[in-house]
């Protein structure tokens, strides 16, 4: 069994300057910049929260791993996680805090950090239905991509090429793929599941999580087909009405 070591042993540096908001602060006057960094009282050595000027974005935080010296930026907009990257040298940080607090681009955010930030997600500041179902794909779409597993990439991309799906708010349960009417929870009753093999075996496509009688299918393509069949038809007119998605 491994013991957490103490943030101030792993954390020396941090522990010096008495919290990582502090510490975070004198590597941005360092590079010129000021950051506005709160300190987190439940774990100042750890924790830092970083304020901003654009309403929508929030849940803004900077933390310290447990049982290895690596940080972690996370910053979402309208309850949406829109960066997440992590890095070994804490002077990486500031730019990409000034940027998210100042309300710079996406784009512009990424090209300051020399680490993997964006989540694939788009911000949707008047969170627009449409649009958010739109930006959720583009999640999906990258972490099936980052997954190092075939065959649920292939699952999601199935997915995002069927128009009447891609017009539905898709989300993951444990990898096992749902569809909703609404981005906002809860969602609407699921019609079909599907999970993705791992390894050597079909598709797995259920009408509900603990369906006794799942079907199994060889392709994601015919997963996807079977999960097309299934719409509901007042959902399945909705989507068709609203072609806000298609790209």
């Known amino acids: 069994m491994s013991h957490e070591p103490d943030p101030a042993v792993l954390y ?4 010096a300057h008495g ?9 941005a006057a360092d590079q010129g910049l000021f950051l506005p960094l709160a300190v987190t009282s439940s774990d100042p ?9 654009v309403p929508h974005r929030h849940s803004s935080y900077v933390t310290a791993w447990h049982h290895e010296r690596r940080w972690t930026i996370w910053g979402s907009s309208n309850g949406r996680l829109m960066i997440c990257g992590d890095t070994e040298d804490m002077r990486e940080l500031p730019e990409v805090i000034r940027g998210w607090a100042e309300g710079a681009g996406l784009d512009e955010i990424d090209q300051a950090a020399p680490f993997d930030l964006l989540t694939g997600r788009f911000e949707v500041p008047d969170n627009n239905p449409a649009a958010v179902i739109a930006s959720e794909w ?6 099936s991509r980052d997954a190092d597993w075939p065959a649920y990439r292939a699952l999601i991309e199935a997915a995002y090429a069927e128009p009447a799906l891609r017009r539905l708010y898709p989300y993951t349960s444990h990898w096992t793929l749902g569809f909703s009417s609404t981005p906002d929870y809860p969602f609407s009753r699921p019609f079909a599941w599907i999970d993705a093999p791992r390894g050597a075996g079909g598709y797995t496509i259920r009408g509900e999580r603990d369906d006794s009688d799942p079907m199994q299918i060889p392709t994601p393509a015919e997963a996807v087909s079977i999960a097309v069949g299934r719409i ?3 959902l399945l007119q909705t989507s068709l009405e609203d072609p806000a998605q298609d790209s």
Do not use: F, M
């Open 12 to 15: 020396p540096d941090v522990a």
């Open 19 to 27: 919290s990582l908001a502090a510490a975070l602060h004198a590597a």
């Open 45 to 53: 050595l750890r924790h830092a929260t970083i304020a901003g000027v």
């Open 138 to 143: 583009q999640y999906l779409l990258k972490h």
């Open 232 to 234: 509901p038809a007042d």
